[in-house]
């Protein structure tokens, strides 16, 4: 895949089928435009993918790396997500590019068909273009026949009832609510991150972790307890997730992302690792004493095995306390 971030070296060599979008999460509604930009492209054309005002959080750690996460996906992923696909082109456009200013005609005519050679958009029913978004998709459609290309306007994306949509996601992750997330992002979520070097008292109890540092940027779900599974050396390891400040064991401040893979043991530190949520267990306690929270850590791992969510109220009073 080709990947141009901005205009200025940007060279088409072959017509393309175009899609235009912020495409800030590829969920469900993305992946439609996609899919409908790859079949236009059976008839000998490039596909073409235009980010908009992309998000991208960069690598570099701040003082506070858990402050701004709002990435569904980071820049990286998103590529190689494209890249997957099967997506040919990738142009990348920052939000305070002078492509803002270009008036819809001239993004048209002298963007989108001369420079692109597009003899095929395909956009969202909502979408706009140009300065001050006076382009519409009734402007592309009367154009087509004019300029040559087709113009195929696909519908949202409705779910239970509700077009998806990345604010959706977003909030469904920040509520635990996991399966709705998955569902419209048609994917289990994902975090990648470096393995490092913890507290180990796990390890001391029988449950290894691997404690991950995540993207900077990347948003993270509700603190909690998550049935979760990677891919290692080609095999598929679930294991327990738990995402939080571990207020039994530290003096929780910091988030902490460890997963303990079940029935899986040998040395992760220093590789990359992504791990991808399945479901919700529970949220995060702050257990009495170190006994109970070892107690629960038995009963989440059971939980995964049996393919269940624990029952919160089974936690006996008296034994957490929520944080």
Known sequence: MKV??????????????????????????????????????????????????FSTPGFSVKSDRNAGRNSILTYEEACEFLETLGIDILIRIQSDSAFFSMKPEEFLTDFLIKRLQMKA???????????????????????????????????KM???????SSSRIRSALKDGEIGKANEALGRPYSISGEVIHGI??????????????P??????????????????????????????????????????????????SGNLYGEKLTVYFERFLRPEKRFRSIEALKKQIARDISAVRAGRAEDVSSVRAGQAEDQ
């Open 121 to 155: 958009i395909i956009c969202g029913q909502d979408f706009r273009f140009g300065k001050d978004r006076e382009g519409d998709t009734e402007m592309l459609s009367r154009a087509a026949t004019e300029y040559g290309f087709t113009c195929e306007i696909v519908p």
């Open 4 to 53: 141009f971030d901005g205009l200025e070296n940007l060279q088409i060599e072959q017509p393309c089928a175009v899609t235009v979008g912020k495409f800030d999460g590829f969920h469900l509604g993305h992946q439609a435009l996609l899919n409908a930009a790859k079949k236009a492209a059976e008839q000998g054309l490039h596909t073409c993918v235009i980010m908009i005002n």
């Open 200 to 213: 180990s008292y796990a390890g001391g109890w029988g449950f290894p972790t691997a404690n991950l540092i």
């Open 215 to 264: 993207d900077a940027g990347k948003i993270l779900p509700k603190k909690g307890v998550y049935q979760a599974y990677s891919w290692i050396s080609g095999e598929k390891v679930k294991g327990i997730l738990n995402l939080g400040t571990k207020p039994t064991v530290t003096d929780g401040k910091e988030i902490i992302l460890e997963i303990h893979f079940i029935g899986w």
């Open 158 to 164: 409705v779910l239970s009832g509700e077009p998806v």
